[in-house]
């Protein structure tokens, strides 16, 4: 299958800096990828979809100024937590697929301090 | 918007046991996926089904389009088996790049 690497996989920072992570597609071009978020105990969450050449679509609630997407070229995706404060604390992965198969990255567990 | 539950939450079992894990969604899908999820964080894809079942080693998978129904067993379970099991539908059943929504995982423990 499709092989998605995610960087970094862990993280601490200390509040107010910016952290940025990077979703790399291997072996295949990926025109959209899906970013998601999983606080402790709790069900991942689609944040935002990545589109390739375009502005990313956020989900209600996920402030797109805040949640910074870039995705310029069809093997690269970032998402930049800007300003981040203690409560961005959670463990963020990106994945490839939805209607069709779903490859993940490792996912970036991220501690704001 | 689709919704996913997933039933149980949390299931202890011994070693051996067969294993099932259920799970139903709100709105008409093309895919529905398994997945696992280990206690890093990683996550691995098992299955992705539209309908009939599938069968990947001692994991089987099973869908009912027409009940909105899913369910993911494990024959002759083994402690490591033990993880966290998400179900996840398109959050928005609307065809094209679509990304998912999840059940609340059902985090299994198989004792030796």
């Known amino acids: 299958g499709a092989v998605v690497s995610q960087h970094p996989s862990w993280v601490i920072c200390k509040s107010g800096t910016s952290v940025k992570i990077e979703c790399r597609s291997l072996d295949f071009q990926a025109t959209t990828m899906f970013w998601y978020r999983q606080f402790p105990k709790q069900s991942l969450m689609l944040m935002a979809t990545s589109n390739e050449g375009s502005k990313a679509t956020y989900e209600q609630g996920v402030e797109k100024d805040k949640f910074l997407i870039n995705h310029a070229s069809l093997t690269l995706s970032t998402l930049t937590v800007t300003s981040a404060h203690p409560e961005d604390s959670s463990f963020y992965i990106c994945?490839?697929?939805?209607?069709?198969?779903?490859?993940f990255g490792q996912g970036t567990r991220l501690t704001v301090v | 918007k689709n919704e996913v539950e997933q039933s149980p939450q949390n299931l202890t079992a011994q070693e051996g046991e067969f294993i099932t894990i259920n799970c139903s969604y709100s709105v008409g899908i093309s895919a529905l996926h398994w997945l696992q999820q280990h206690p890093g964080g990683g996550i691995v894809s098992l299955f992705m089904l539209s309908s009939g079942k599938k069968k990947h080693g001692r994991l089987i998978a099973t869908i009912n389009i027409q009940e909105k129904h899913s369910s993911l067993h494990i024959t002759a379970s083994h402690p490591r088996d033990s993880a966290v099991y998400i179900c996840?539908?398109?959050?928005?059943?609307?065809?094209?790049?679509?990304?998912?929504?999840f059940g609340k995982g059902t985090h299994l423990i198989i004792q030796p």
């Open positions: 996840a539908a398109p959050k928005y059943s609307g065809g094209g790049a679509d990304g998912l929504t």
């Open positions: 994945s490839e697929g939805g209607n069709t198969e779903a490859f």
